[in-house]
């Protein structure tokens, strides 16, 4: 990893050695980040972000100021080591060439840009924008990511030696400590509850939003809503999640805590209030417990929008929840647990993300650590990496909507194949030979993890494909679960840093994300443009009263299919109806509409629309009932609206 000392290794001569080599390298190192990103980040040629662009972030390293000097006899040089800030804790990296099948060997991308330490701090969570600017879409997208205390905490005191450096063998909390820099960005006004932004086009970095009120636990992940061009953010600290504007301006805020528990019969819990106090006797470098997070119960971790809904991640023993976004962005105040996370360990899911067939992937990360010589920042080797579905139809006696058993990925060569660090997303597909395919969607699995080469009883046959203390991301096909790709010979690895001589490390990279600006379904589904327009009331409906409609439609998404066109209704049942199920018919004469007969809940209605010209309007009654209402036969209440679709103006037909 980007480690410029010997903090990793056992011995103290090799770190000595260690520093050496760094202290040799450290100028064409600084000097390339200087042409990248030097102050506020000159205008690039051309843009830095494409479709496919792979955002990693990671631990950017350390360095002994000034080593060539040499230290003074006696003094351990891991006391002398602090955060290189001239390293990069974010990449974006091209990977449209893997260069080859999938051997399990690293691929050697080309120079990835960067974005160091000393501009944004430690960074975890990243996500992109939609590319919209000034109201116009771009097909450029934004890059944001959020500070962070799982790459751990430093902190230093005055310098007391008088070498022009200040003091780190403090540990504990003192009335002189302030944070380590590069630890938050501080030189730029950043501090732990920061979000980031680099521009997709020039690179350029600015505070987007900060969150004042985080003492240091920083923002456990962030996410962007699409359809209300909007973001959340998790806040580890209070255990919040935060609703930010285009803009950057907090909005409001979700508090699982009280909000959440008490829809799935647990007791309201509130913040402890407690806070990261590094100026206090109570806090301890070493002892994430002292650092202020909030209670593990109500300490929401991952964020991903989908459909309508905000899911979210909730402790260690990681449960799944969800909560509706109302038609104005707003939460809309029906959270919903979604399933508990059946693994071998209870680790935190740090990443949540979906791919247009329906499965939702779980990464999870080891608990935090934080040696006081950077070696360790998570306990790596047994976080998952796996994907859950819903039943369909429901199971009525499961608790869940969703599968009660998830698939599982081989993660690393290591035994176990669990070398998850956290962070996971889906890329398009891959040819034979490794090159990108953009036609065809979610095809792909990219997930971080550590020593992700490293197994003696395989050396041998690795070592045709590279090193093996390779610490960043396996590139894997979806549909290689377990027990296929054991080991994961089927895999492509990126290494964050280009840096191998650290295989000792564990829990240095973080989150990664993919621009894959297609929402298309894998295979042969392919979605096409259309729209649709704003519902009205068919003759007979509503009653006298003018009742507003009991459904809010967030979003259509149009795919052709070898059956022909088919329409992905995202709704909302905003009046509490509390329906389950639709019927659909059509209104427009001459076209012909189908609806499944059961449905998963949660999921997006799928229906199918036949015999229209591309491009027509079709207006589609919808009646919005509860599956169990109709099975007792009779009369039953039903929520009744007319949609108008506005088809695509592209054919189906085959």
């Known amino acids: 990893m980007s480690c410029d000392h010997g903090a990793f290794v056992r011995s103290r001569a090799g770190r000595l050695r260690r520093a050496i080599q760094a202290a040799s390298g450290l100028s064409i190192l600084a000097l390339a980040a200087g042409l990248w990103l030097g102050g506020s980040a000159q205008a690039q040629e051309t843009r830095i972000i494409y479709p496919g662009s792979m955002a990693m972030t990671g631990f950017s390293g350390t360095i002994i100021p000034n080593f060539e000097e040499g230290l003074p006899p006696g003094v351990d040089p891991v006391d002398e080591t602090f955060i290189d800030t001239a390293r990069a804790t974010l990449r974006i990296f091209d990977v449209s060439r893997l260069g080859g099948p999938a051997s399990g060997q690293l691929v ?26 000034d109201g116009v879409p771009s097909a450029i997208p934004n890059l944001y990511a959020g500070a962070t205390s799982l790459h751990g905490i430093r902190i230093v005191t005055p310098d007391g030696d008088a070498d022009g450096r200040p003091e780190r063998r403090q540990r504990r909390g003192t009335a002189d400590a302030v944070f380590m820099d590069g630890q938050f960005g501080t030189e730029n006004g950043g501090g732990p509850g920061t979000i980031w932004k680099i521009d997709g086009i020039t690179g350029a970095v600015s505070k987007f939003a900060d969150i004042d009120a985080n003492s240091g636990p920083g923002i456990g992940d962030v996410t962007f809503d699409n359809i209300h061009r909007q973001f959340f953010a998790s806040d580890l600290d209070t255990g919040l999640i935060h609703r930010i504007d285009a803009n950057g301006a907090l909005l409001d805020t979700f508090d699982h805590g009280i909000a959440g528990r008490p829809a799935h019969g647990l007791a309201a819990l509130a913040d402890d209030g407690s806070v990261m106090d590094i100026q206090g006797g109570a806090f301890d470098s070493e002892d994430p417990d002292s650092w202020g997070y909030t209670q593990d119960e109500r300490r929401v971790w991952s964020v991903a929008y989908r459909g309508g809904r905000l899911y979210y991640s909730v402790g260690d023993k990681a449960e799944i929840w969800s909560v509706g976004v109302a038609g104005d962005g707003s939460f809309a105040g029906d959270p919903r647990w979604e399933l508990t996370v059946k693994a071998d360990k209870d680790y935190a899911v740090t990443d949540i993300a979906f791919d247009n067939e329906g499965f939702m ?66 890329q398009y597909g891959y040819d034979a030979e490794g090159n990108l395919d953009t036609g065809v969607c979610t095809d792909t699995l990219v997930d971080t993890g550590d020593k992700l080469r490293d197994n003696p009883e395989l050396a041998e046959q690795l070592a045709a494909g590279g090193p093996l203390a390779v610490h960043g991301v ?13 080991p994961p010979f089927g895999s492509w690895f990126v290494d964050f840093d280009n840096y191998f001589e650290d295989p000792e490390v564990e829990g240095h990279v973080g989150d990664v994300e993919v621009w894959r600006p297609c929402e298309g379904r894998a295979g042969y589904y392919e979605q096409v443009p259309g729209g649709y327009l704003p519902p009205f009331y068919p003759p007979d409906f509503p009653p006298p009263g003018n009742l ?107």
């Open 548 to 654: 507003p409609p009991c459904l809010d439609v967030e979003d259509v998404r149009y795919f052709c299919t070898p059956s022909g066109l088919e329409a992905d209704l995202y709704l909302h049942d905003h009046a509490g109806f509390g329906g389950d199920s639709i019927k659909a018919l059509s209104r427009t004469p001459g076209v012909g509409v189908t609806s499944p007969l059961s449905h998963a809940p949660g999921a997006p209605y799928t229906i199918g629309i036949t015999g229209h010209y591309p491009g027509d309007t079709v207006d589609v009654g919808l009646c919005f009932y509860r599956q169990s209402d109709s099975d007792k036969g009779g009369y039953y209440p039903c929520c009744k609206m007319t949609l108008p679709l506005r088809t695509p103006a592209v054919s189906c037909e085959p």
């Open 108 to 133: 050697f991308t080309p120079p990835p840009f960067e974005v160091t330490a000393g501009q944004i701090g430690q960074v975890f969570g990243i996500t992109y924008d939609d590319g919209v600017r």
């Open 474 to 486: 396996q590139i894997t096909p979806t549909a290689l679960v377990k027990p296929a790709n054991m």
């Open 361 to 426: 992937y779980l990464a999870q990360r080891g608990p935090v650590e934080n040696r006081y010589d950077y070696s360790q920042f998570a306990d790596s080797g047994k976080g998952e990496v796996i994907r859950y579905w819903r039943e369909n139809p429901d199971d009525p006696a499961t608790e869940s909507a969703w599968v009660e058993v998830p698939q599982e990925y081989a993660v690393g060569f290591p035994q176990n194949n669990r070398q998850s660090a956290g962070g996971l997303d889906l």
